[in-house]
């Protein structure tokens, strides 16, 4: 009972995502896949799915060959593909959209039908779906869940997870991994291709790390760490994972300062973030964080509030702001940061007014000379200008907009969540860049859900609960359970 | 409009576009298979050489002098008006009211016309035209503000504003002043533009005129401006409208603006169709090229 690609390779253009893959899946195991961004697992994913055809090898099921795969038949071999953005039809039920997805190759639709194989399978797993919710309603751990069964209505014995636990809360993980291991326990074959190796070690009877489109290392339950994986994704020379702490507010001159501003949930904040402070700023998520950053970055005129970078008023102007040299990573980044329709030179000079050209026409060598630089700097790979945004990695897209929001004169950063779905390579450099700017004399704010992130690069921590600052200390005087507690104060 | 793709060019290897270009391959095979087989039918069915029929197409449209001219003379207006809606567009606009902003665009220059009186001929055109322009640009104003204030489609909108452009024209070259002086003429249509403010033709015996100099002018300082830095922020803003509100752009402005240009273009066409080609108002002046 397993699924194998022998010898898998994919190429797209010039750049080869897939080079030479051996590996198998076996009913009743959890199959980790883990690697860097980039590394190749979406590929090899795909290259399963029949979402891509093989430029060589093959793939075979109980050591039969089975032909080039389109999806359609990859489903009829009970691959199922549960991806990490959902893609449901929002305004239709569950059931529908399991109907929808199922019905394709029959005359008729039975709906009645479809409803009843949610709730079996529901049952079955565990997973909690009501056939008849409509999905634009659902939570997004909902609606994953939703997906999930619907792979598993459509006859998946081998489900594929991508990212499943990016999206939810800690919680909400645990709870998914439970169901994981029941359903291998129960003679499926799951793979999970993640970053998160604390999962993999708590659920994974098998682990295949990939790196730059290889496999590097095959291991089974007992034989690995999360640590030996981590060194195994990154590889020997290929940059740490080592993060400097920042020199640390050896500097009083304030440099971005929020006065009195009040922005939807945010009901009153004063701060001040002096050159070379990394403030981390924590909290329950709506507690008026992305109030804060729009206002701190100009995109939110607030209600009632100025805002001043090294004296200078720029509310509600992001014009001004980025004359300014404000830096604004955003947590969206693909929605918010980057136009992935273009080059990455166009996303690269996209905040630049000046010194791209002029009437003549765009300046192709300063761009280029321009777009090396970030490139070079944040290592982002493959290191092509004319690469379409869309085409890179989510770690290389962060490692992108970083570079680009870094590059020049910065006198206050304000970035989200940004290590959020990187591997650890990309979130050590995203990090390091980070340290970077503060000790060259920036007020950095960083705004995240993830307090280990935070609390490993902030000089100072800032929780906002109810819209306020509930805590303002230096780094050495708060701990993880400290800032915890903060967070948590319930008020009436 | 291939010349204005040339800034941002997509490159090949990626995942998600490669999926997507194979269902656009697969609908273009599909496509062109069906047209072929239709065609192909025809062939068989009927009597006419198809390499004969093509032949006369081609001919049709580039055999000898005549044919040319005449062909650049159809171009020149719908060269316009496609350019501001393509510029629009790559800032992700959607103008598809060209056929009213170019109506309305040659009212504005016939209204200079009368204003100006006797000036020098040369001055009253460059006036005419800019008035062209400006008129258009206001009359696309409207789905401006109403995207701006209300969130109105600009797709609608524009598509909206060419009805009510038909319905003014045809009052306004009825029952206005506009109306044709002769007192014979009842059908809606105005006064013939005096002789001296008819674009010169290049070629004699042919209707070229020097307004489709002006036309590829335009067109070819347009491609231009569009590979500069300014042609970029409307990529971008085309492409990312978040990402373009961090550099310091204003959504509600910047798509005001793109549809006020957008509608320039257009207007411009109405002012090169008034004196090269029609020399009078008339409902079909515009000819359908919106």
């Known amino acids: 009972m397993t699924l194998e690609l022998r010898g898998a390779r994919k190429a797209f253009g010039s750049v080869l995502a897939v080079d030479g893959v051996d590996i198998e899946f076996r009913r009743g195991e959890v199959h980790a896949l883990v690697g860097e961004n980039g590394a190749g697992k979406s590929t090899v994913v795909n290259l399963i799915a029949g979402a891509h055809a093989l430029d060589g090898g093959a793939v075979y099921l109980d050591g039969e060959p089975v032909g080039p795969l389109d999806r359609r038949r990859a489903l009829a071999l009970g691959v199922g593909v549960v991806h990490q953005h959902p893609g449901f039809v929002d305004t239709m039920s569950v059931a529908e959209n399991v109907e929808l997805g199922g019905s394709v190759r029959r005359w008729r639709t039975d709906l009645p039908g479809a409803r009843e194989a949610v709730a079996t399978w529901a049952e079955r797993t565990g997973l909690s779906v009501s056939p008849d919710a409509t999905v634009g309603s659902l939570s997004i751990g909902e609606r994953q869940r939703a997906e999930i069964v619907a792979a598993l209505v459509w006859g998946a014995t081998y489900l594929v997870l991508d990212e499943p636990t990016a999206v939810l809360s800690p919680f909400e993980a645990d709870g998914l991994l439970d169901v994981v291991e029941q359903m291998a326990a129960e003679g499926l074959a799951v793979v999970l291709v993640t970053h998160k190796l604390r999962e993999v070690e708590r659920s994974a009877d098998r682990v295949t790390v990939m790196r730059a489109g290889r496999v590097v290392g095959r291991h089974e339950r007992g034989a690995f760490t999360r640590w030996t994986l981590a060194d195994e994704m990154v590889g020997e020379g290929e940059g740490s994972l080592e993060v400097p702490p920042p020199v640390g507010a050896g500097q009083t001159r304030v440099r971005l300062h929020l006065d009195g501003i009040r922005a939807g949930r945010l009901r009153h904040l004063d701060l001040e973030i002096a050159a070379g402070e990394i403030v981390g700023i924590a909290g329950v998520a709506g507690n008026g964080q992305r109030e804060l950053a729009d206002v701190a970055t100009g995109l939110l005129r607030p209600e009632v509030g100025r805002v001043y970078v090294d004296g200078e008023d720029i509310t509600g102007d992001a014009a001004s702001a980025v004359r300014a040299g404000v830096a604004v990573v955003p947590d969206d980044r693909d929605n918010d940061a980057l136009a992935l329709g273009l080059p990455v030179w166009a996303n690269v000079v996209a905040k630049r007014r000046s010194g791209i050209g002029g009437w003549r026409g765009l300046d192709r060598t300063a761009i280029a000379r321009w777009t090396d630089a970030v490139i070079a700097r944040l290592g982002v790979r493959p290191a092509r200008r004319e690469l379409r945004a869309g085409a890179l990695s989510g770690g290389n897209r962060q490692r992108l907009v970083i570079g680009r929001e870094l590059a020049g004169e910065v006198s206050a950063v304000v970035v989200s969540d940004p290590t959020r779905g990187l591997d650890p390579a990309s979130a050590a450099a995203v990090l390091r860049a980070l340290v970077m700017a503060a000790d060259g004399g920036a007020a950095v704010m960083v705004i995240a859900s993830d307090l280990d992130e935070l609390l490993a690069i902030a000089t100072r921590v800032v929780v906002l609960a109810d819209g306020e600052v509930r805590l303002d200390r230096s780094r050495g005087e708060v701990d993880r359970s400290s800032v915890g507690d903060a967070m948590l104060v319930v008020t009436a | ?290």
């Open chain 2, 1 to 290: 409009m291939t010349a204005l793709d040339a800034t941002a060019r997509p490159i090949t290897a990626d995942e998600p576009a490669a999926q997507g270009r194979s269902i656009g391959v697969r609908l273009w095979t599909v496509t062109a298979v069906a047209v072929l087989a239709v065609l192909v039918a025809v062939w068989i069915t009927s009597s006419i050489d198809p390499l004969t029929a093509v032949r006369e197409l081609v001919a049709g449209a580039v055999d000898g002098r005549d044919r040319v001219s005449e062909t650049l003379v159809r171009a020149a207006p719908l060269a316009l008006v496609g350019l501001g809606a393509g510029v629009a567009l790559r800032g992700g606009v959607v103008n598809v009211g060209g056929e009213g902003q170019m109506a309305i665009g040659a009212v504005g220059a016939v209204l200079a016309t009368l204003a100006l009186g006797g000036t020098p001929t040369p001055l009253v055109w460059l006036v005419a035209t800019a008035a062209a322009v400006a008129t258009a640009a206001l009359w696309s104003a409207i789905p401006a503000a109403l995207a701006a204030a209300r969130g109105v489609p600009e797709i609608l909108s524009t598509l909206l504003m060419n009805f009510v452009t038909v319905s003014l024209m045809a009052w306004l070259l009825t029952e206005t002043f506009l109306h044709d002086d002769d007192p014979y003429v009842i059908t809606a249509q105005g006064d013939r533009l005096a002789d001296r403010l008819e674009f010169p033709t290049i070629m004699d015996g042919t209707r070229f005129h020097i307004g489709i100099v002006v036309a590829i002018v335009v067109v070819v300082v347009a491609a231009w401006w569009m590979r500069t830095p300014a042609g970029l922020r409307i990529d971008l803003f085309g492409a990312n409208r978040s990402l373009a509100a961090q550099a310091g752009v204003r959504p509600r402005r910047a798509q005001a603006r793109l549809l006020l240009i957008s509608a320039g273009f257009a207007g411009c066409a109405g002012a090169v169709q008034l004196f090269g080609i029609s020399h009078r108002l008339t409902p079909g002046l515009t000819g359908g090229v919106g």
